[in-house]
């Protein structure tokens, strides 16, 4: 959820205004994130949601904040950037990560996070024998993990298994994926705290006040920190910031989506016109070409996108 080039993001050739930004922030900003899950002040809130979505055998009762930053055990190794890295009291390791667009290997990518959190419990000595506690990487992601796949199911729950028995292999390494398009229920049809949960990820932003059902302890304080009223005007103008890269992000990505679109609807009308041979294959390639400069250019501002084609 990071955006690493913010130069490029101000380049773009539309810009969202944010004097439309409503009552509460946007979770699914950097700058929301952090604020609601990401402090001591409101380290409640992020355990509530773990104990929703893990459902970790005797619950998590208090948790640590870890460094997101995590740099490798030589300096070859490359630096890995988390939203959230946590550690339960029972030495748990938990990684939180919320992604807006689908990019190239995103998958690998989580694994190989996970990998560093298994890594960095290694011991030095011949005393240590491999133990180790579990890692569980939660991904909330506002995008189809397969658009292929037509189904609601909105949770998935990923664990090393026998293929064969369909048993757990091992029960340290454990991924969530949260697909936010997926959820479709109304507020009325909220029947557990993970779906009450994905529903604020989902909608909170565009909420006038907090539903009837989720009057509780938790979800009221939530909205309390959510208010954009509420912020000071240092935190105001960064929530300015970091919507303005969420939703200029958006336009762009479909933008270049739209504009494959119309080459490969261009390529699909020339085949039925079966113009000539030499003729089709010329103009093919120029608009592959065009395809190519358009991908090359979002990957020079937000990096590797999928899912496009």
């Known amino acids: 959820m990071r955006y690493k080039n913010s130069k490029a993001m101000a380049d773009t050739k539309k810009e969202v205004p944010v004097d439309d930004l409503g009552v509460y922030i946007n979770l699914l900003t950097d700058f929301g994130f952090k ?10 809130l992020l355990i509530d949601f773990l104990n929703a979505v893990l459902k970790i055998k005797g619950g998590i009762k208090d ?12 300096k070859k190794d490359r630096t890995i950037i988390f939203d959230l890295h946590c550690t339960t009291g029972k030495g748990e390791r938990i ?18 996070y996970a990998c560093r959190a298994i890594q960095e419990q290694e011991k030095k000595g011949k005393k240590w024998k491999f133990e180790l506690c579990p890692v569980y990487s939660v991904n909330i992601v506002n995008f189809h993990l397969d658009k292929r796949l037509k189904t609601e199911k909105y949770a998935s729950y990923v664990q090393l298994i026998d ?5 757990v292999f091992c029960d340290k390494l454990t991924f969530v994926y949260l697909e936010l398009p997926r959820f479709i229920k109304k507020k009325e049809e909220l029947q557990n705290n993970v779906e009450r949960w994905i529903y604020v990820f989902k909608y909170l932003h565009k909420l006038k006040k ?3 059902n989720l009057h509780n302890e938790v979800f009221q304080k939530l909205v309390e920190e959510a208010k954009i009223a ?13 919507l303005k890269n969420y939703r200029n992000m958006n336009i762009v990505v479909d933008e270049f989506k739209e504009t494959i679109a119309v080459k490969n609807k ?5 085949k039925k016109k079966n113009l000539e041979q030499g003729n089709l294959i010329a103009k093919k390639d120029y608009v592959i070409a065009e395809q190519s400069n358009v991908i090359a250019e979002y990957q020079r501002r937000f990096g590797i996108l999928t899912g496009l084609n």
Do not use: C, W
Not at 163 to 167: E, G, W
């Open 35 to 44: 604020r609601i899950f990401g402090t001591e002040a409101n380290k409640d």
């Open 63 to 74: 948790l640590q904040y870890a460094n997101p930053e995590r740099k490798g055990r030589i």
């Open 95 to 112: 990684i939180v990560e919320v992604q807006n667009q689908s990019h190239k290997n995103f998958k690998e990518r989580g694994l190989h």
């Open 163 to 167: 293929r064969d028995t369909h048993q």
């Open 210 to 212: 907090l539903p009837e």
């Open 230 to 242: 509420n912020m000071t005007p240092e935190e105001y103008n960064a929530y300015n910031e970091s």
């Open 266 to 270: 261009t390529i699909a009308a020339m």
